[in-house]
């Protein structure tokens, strides 16, 4: 059983598009995130998400938008998708000592 | 704000033989975790080592092991005996000891194993 599990692996899409990554956890874990990789391997939180409240939301376009619909789903939700949003995102959760991580989403926008 | 600093982007090493990874960070804080954290070219997020702040004894895990040095806010990661599947990126990790806080990372070094 994949602990947290992130959906699709891959994801190309043309510019303008709107298009979401799901994420599930099956830890029972309060605590996901959102992580965007760069081209240069740089890990960046986008959102944390404690017992499905919005508790860190950093300075990310607000053409981004997490959704949980319970404490076991984040998912991410992305407008208008530019050339520039190209990257690999991850999702986590966390326990007490550790965070976990999903195997990212490799999004290419052309 | 906390921040954490890789100053190495790129490591080598000989299989077999022992490196070490740096990593420096910056806090305020009295409580909190490292981590270190290795992603291969699957590019999966495996967690190698942890180590908790109020710990003075240094983390080990079979062939990795940490030097911790709350004082100086360093945290640097030895592999012993390399082997080739411990080539992969390493990214040094910090995060404060409170309910929802965040990991924040280093650059990472991409570390090469040479047979």
């Known amino acids: 059983d994949t602990a947290v599990s992130q959906t699709p692996k891959y994801l190309v899409t043309q510019m303008g598009n709107d298009k979401s990554i799901k994420c599930e956890q099956n830890?029972?874990?309060?605590?996901m995130y959102w992580y965007k990789q760069d081209s240069k391997k740089f890990l960046k939180i986008m959102f944390s998400?404690?017992?499905?409240?919005?508790?860190i939301n950093e300075t990310v376009p607000n053409r981004f938008s997490p959704k949980s619909p319970d404490k076991a789903h984040l998912n991410l939700h992305i407008n208008s998708l530019e050339l520039g949003d190209s990257a690999v995102y991850f999702c986590?959760?966390?326990?007490?000592?550790?965070?976990?991580f999903g195997q990212g989403t490799r999004l290419t926008v052309v | 704000a906390q921040t954490v600093t890789q100053s190495q982007p790129e490591m080598s090493v000989q299989e077999a033989e022992t490196v070490t990874l740096s990593c420096t960070y910056d806090?305020?804080?009295?409580?909190?975790?490292l981590f270190w954290y290795k992603q291969p070219p699957s590019r999966q997020m495996i967690l190698v080592i942890r180590?908790?702040?109020?710990?003075?004894q240094n983390a080990t895990e079979n062939r990795f092991s940490v030097n911790f040095q709350k004082a100086a806010k360093s945290f640097s990661l030895k592999i012993s005996d390399s082997q080739l599947g411990d080539a992969a990126m390493y990214f040094c990790a910090y995060r404060k000891e409170t309910s929802g806080s965040r990991l924040t990372f280093g650059e990472g070094t991409q570390l090469t194993v040479n047979p």
């Open positions: 830890l029972g874990h309060d605590t």
């Open positions: 986590a959760s966390r326990s007490a000592t550790e965070a976990f």
């Open positions: 998400y404690n017992n499905k409240e919005l508790i």
């Open positions: 806090t305020s804080e009295s409580d909190y975790y």
């Open positions: 180590q908790e702040a109020y710990k003075q």
